[in-house]
């Protein structure tokens, strides 16, 4: 299986911040990465795909980077709607896996 | 506008079997790959399985001896059994639609969830 590793596990940030959160690949995946966002008892919902590319209606301030084994999703400037849990997700192979998450918290 | 509508007990004893269905709206069941996806507190987010309307599934090896994934295209729905459950089942199971062409292999629409709950 290719394991996928989320940090920081917690960010606290206040509104306007630029935050950064990073994902590690156990091995190559090209660009077959997408990035998640989940609310309280809701389902995630999905926000970048193939690393970088922004699924329609997600806001601009959004970017994903990265290929191989290091990616980043940033938050250009945090708005309240943002405070969230983050996941990422290989799509390279089988089984499919997801990192453990990063919460962005109000600091 | 795509829809997945989940249910299925909630409360298990260990040993018994899991079971759950979801039903899809919005879109053709024929069209795409469905899954089972659960969101546990030792895990986080896990990749059960998958069917196709052809009955053509794919499973995580870690939990592929306790699974079975069926499709049912004539009611557009799907349905998951897990055998065997243990506390470490416990969680929250969303059905999703994998997605096509450019988003081949990740998820792009969720079931509302199922919380879970084995307890004796």
């Known amino acids: 299986d290719i394991q996928v590793t989320q940090s920081p596990s917690t960010l606290s940030a206040s509104v306007g911040d630029r935050v950064t959160i990073t994902c590690r690949a156990s091995?190559?995946?090209?660009?077959?990465l997408a990035w998640y966002q989940q609310k309280p008892g809701k389902a995630p919902k999905f926000l970048v795909y193939?690393?970088?590319t922004l699924e329609s209606g997600v806001p601009s301030r959004f970017s994903g980077s990265g290929s191989g084994t290091i990616f980043t999703l940033t938050i250009s400037s945090l708005q309240p709607d943002d405070f969230a849990t983050y996941y990422c997700?290989?799509?390279?192979?089988?089984?499919?896996?997801f990192g453990q998450g990063t919460k962005v918290e109000t600091k | 506008q795509v829809r997945l509508q989940q249910w299925g007990a909630g409360l298990l004893k260990p040993s018994e079997t899991l079971s759950l269905t979801c039903a899809v709206y919005?879109?053709?069941?024929?069209?795409?790959?469905w899954s089972w996806i659960r969101q546990t507190p030792g895990k986080g987010l896990e990749w059960i399985g998958e069917?196709?309307?052809?009955?053509?599934?794919n499973f995580n090896p870690s939990l592929n001896s306790r699974v079975a994934i069926s499709v049912d295209t004539s009611n557009s729905q799907f349905s998951m059994s897990l055998s065997s459950v243990t506390a470490a089942d416990t969680g929250v199971y969303y059905c999703?639609?994998?997605?096509?062409?450019?988003?081949?292999?990740?998820?792009?629409?969720w079931g509302q969830g199922t919380r879970v709950t084995v307890s004796s």
């Open positions: 999703a639609r994998l997605g096509k062409d450019v988003y081949n292999g990740l998820f792009d629409s």
């Open positions: 919005g879109t053709s069941i024929s069209d795409y790959y």
């Open positions: 069917v196709h309307h052809s009955g053509s599934t």
């Open positions: 091995q190559s995946i090209s660009t077959w």
């Open positions: 193939m690393a970088s």
């Open positions: 997700q290989q799509y390279n192979s089988y089984p499919w896996t």
